[in-house]
């Protein structure tokens, strides 16, 4: 839930004070004067903040922080008492369970500080485990002292292997280490680490108690260091290569290495690709250049070919070649992603070709794809720039990035405006201003989009007490939902309690969701949309006839609002057809009592035929552009 506040406390008129001075900060308060009843209620609600009172009846505070951090590990707890002991709260800070104790009475500045910082480090360390997660690099999370508290697959495989070690003094000389310092504002070289190698050490997020490091191997130029009879060093891979005029670069990676190599056995898995790479070297009478990038990830470099369906033959042949090699004793079954570049076809600088191929055979990798595909410099930047995006995005709440435009609806009925549609946009330090079109999709696939569709409903909220204060009179505003969002089972309750802590009515809310959605599963969408309904919600199919686009759905679905896709207006003018089109959807909509609003409105003359059609509301550049808050009463009349 966003900006979610659980405060638990015995008095009544300490939860009324409470919630009363976080609610002002736009928070989401929960209270609770049972500390048996609050874990239940936590593991409903699932907060990020815990504000709890110590000495309580049944269980003290202690005891209710560490029932709430063994289900739910990122709450973020603050202890807010009058009566605890001193050394309880000693204990209670150092166990790290308790991120701060502040004394009763309290100053309502204090308190407020408190719990946003809290709610930062809570968004802080969400953002560190997504980046555990989806992270092939080692990632090492360490505290002030340089203790290990968290760390990835990779950091494991790299350093943990037959080694014991707990802290960075345990891997680097004491005098490296200290180069690290409490902060890293870019990357600096360790270059004496005791396993005989160098590393990148970069900072990659930073909280009250810890930090996470990103830690590259690097290899110094001048080194030559081969191993089972191919190239490790890619300098010396360059240097072979650049005595040709032509060749063909092939690069092969193992999907999902980390997560099989667990399975198996992290030794099994490492020497698995060395095995592959000599079968390749013998089956080629070693006329093969091969550079090992990592465990998983290997290039072939060999002489060119006639024409590109004789490199495509090749590796058909290495596919072919290697298909026993992917079988592991029924255990797993291994994948490859295969890429190519020609060169100098695609660029002249070997070290750069390189490094691109390396790049654009990771990202293809993610992507799944089950055939081989040639280096593309355009897909490359583009994959790179949303990687750039999904990185940023992480951070865009916190930043304060995001702003609402609002996009007024005309009645074509009482010729007046009453109501909007929210549209959310993006002006990023990292990634500039990319279309909603570009980073929602992102956001649904890697997470984000519950705390961004929160976070357009509570703002959409303060527009609206807003409008009303300055007696504007905007009754109902749109916001789209994503469908990760509806079938979210928490989503409901959060948007109840965001559109209720202000005031506010599900009346004054009109939910939009696309038919594509509707469509994958009628019964699904259909109490889900129900209980959305039956709240007081209005539904509303946004883009109709942009898709699949059938009536028949619409009747079995609780829908209030059908909004016509502007490539459906856009002919309405010239087109008989589209006239006739236009006439009989408004007409059948309306037989199930089910409005219509045409979306993309540009002249009068399609406004004019709208409004010979019947049809209910308009929205586009002729009524209105998206506009800025305290724009929008410009066209409130």
């Not at 609770?32 to 609600?45: G, I, K, T, W």
């Not at 603050?78 to 000693?90: E, P, R």
């Not at 909603?436 to 909220?461: H, M, N």
Request: hydrophobic share 40%.
């Amino acid at each position: 839930m966003y900006k979610s506040v659980l405060v638990v406390d015995d008095e009544p008129e300490v939860l009324k004070a409470v919630s009363r001075v976080l609610t002002r900060e736009g928070l989401v308060v929960t209270t609770c004067n049972d500390p048996l009843q609050a874990v239940d209620l936590a593991l409903e609600l699932k907060p990020k903040v815990l504000l709890t009172d110590f000495r309580m009846p049944a269980m003290d505070g202690q005891q209710l922080i560490q029932k709430i951090k063994e289900q739910l590990p990122m709450t973020e707890c603050i202890v807010l008492s009058g009566h605890a002991d001193y050394f309880d709260m000693v204990k209670l800070i150092n166990s790290r369970n308790t991120s701060r104790f502040i004394p009763k009475p309290w100053k309502n500045s204090e308190l407020v500080e408190a719990v946003l910082s809290a709610l930062h480090n809570y968004n802080q360390n969400r953002i560190k485990q997504q980046i555990l997660s989806i992270n092939h690099v080692p990632l090492l999370e360490v505290d002030g002292e340089g203790r290990f508290m968290n760390y990835n697959d990779a950091f494991a495989k790299e350093f943990l292997s037959g080694n014991n070690a707990l802290s960075l003094q345990d891997l680097f000389d004491s005098e490296e280490v200290a180069k690290l310092g409490s902060s890293l504002s870019g990357s600096i070289v360790i270059s004496s680490a005791k396993n005989g190698l160098s590393y990148q050490i970069e900072e990659k997020l930073k909280t009250d108690f810890s930090r996470l490091i990103e830690l590259l191997s690097v290899f110094n130029s001048n080194e030559s260091v081969e191993q089972f009879s191919f190239v490790r060093n890619k300098k010396a891979f360059i240097d072979k290569l650049d005595k040709v005029s032509n060749a063909t670069l092939v690069a092969f990676k193992i999907r999902d290495f980390y997560f099989w190599s667990t399975l198996v056995g992290y030794q099994l898995g490492a020497d698995k690709l060395e095995q592959m790479l000599n079968l390749l070297q013998s089956y080629h009478d070693n006329h093969l250049d091969i550079f090992q990038v990592s465990a998983d990830q290997a290039i072939i470099a060999s002489g060119s070919f006639t024409t590109e369906i004789d490199v495509h033959g090749f590796i058909d042949g290495i596919i072919d070649k290697l298909k026993a090699e992917l079988d592991i004793s029924g255990v797993a079954k291994l994948e490859l992603t295969i890429t190519y570049s020609l060169y100098p076809e695609d660029g002249t600088q070997l070290d750069k070709i390189i490094d691109n191929l390396i790049i654009y055979n990771q990202l293809i990798s993610e992507a799944k794809n089950s055939f081989y595909m040639r280096y593309s410099h355009e897909l490359l930047d583009a994959k790179l720039f949303e990687h750039k995006v999904n990185e940023a995005l992480y951070k865009a709440i916190d930043a304060k990035e995001f702003y609402l435009k609002y996009q007024p609806k005309f009645d074509l009925r009482t010729r007046r405006i009453h109501s909007c549609e929210a549209l959310i946009r993006w002006n990023s330090a990292l990634v500039g201003s990319p279309s909603p079109e570009v980073f929602i999709p992102l956001a649904e696939r890697e997470g984000q989009i519950d705390s961004i569709g929160l976070w357009v409903v509570e703002e959409a909220c303060k527009a609206i007490v807003g409008w009303h204060k300055d007696d504007i009179e905007i009754t109902k505003v749109n916001v789209n939902v994503s469908p990760k969002q509806l079938e979210s089972e928490l989503f409901f309750s959060a948007l109840q309690r965001i559109v209720a802590s202000y005031g506010l009515s599900p009346s004054n809310f009109e939910l939009e969701i696309t038919e594509n959605y509707l469509i994958s599963d009628i019964n699904k969408s259909c109490q889900i949309l129900q209980l959305f309904k039956d709240a007081g919600y209005t539904i509303a199919i946004d883009d109709f006839g942009k898709g699949y686009s059938s009536l028949s759905y619409i009747a079995k679905l609780p829908v209030d609002v059908v909004k016509i896709d502007k490539s459906l207006i856009d002919d309405l003018e010239t087109s008989k057809t589209s006239r006739d089109v236009i006439r009989n959807v408004i007409r059948l909509v309306h037989d199930l009592g089910v409005k219509v609003i045409a979306e993309g409105i540009e002249t009068v003359e399609q406004l004019e035929i709208l409004i010979e059609l019947q049809c209910d509301e308009a929205q586009g550049y002729l009524i209105g552009k998206p506009v800025m808050y305290d724009e929008l009463c410009h066209y409130v009349f």
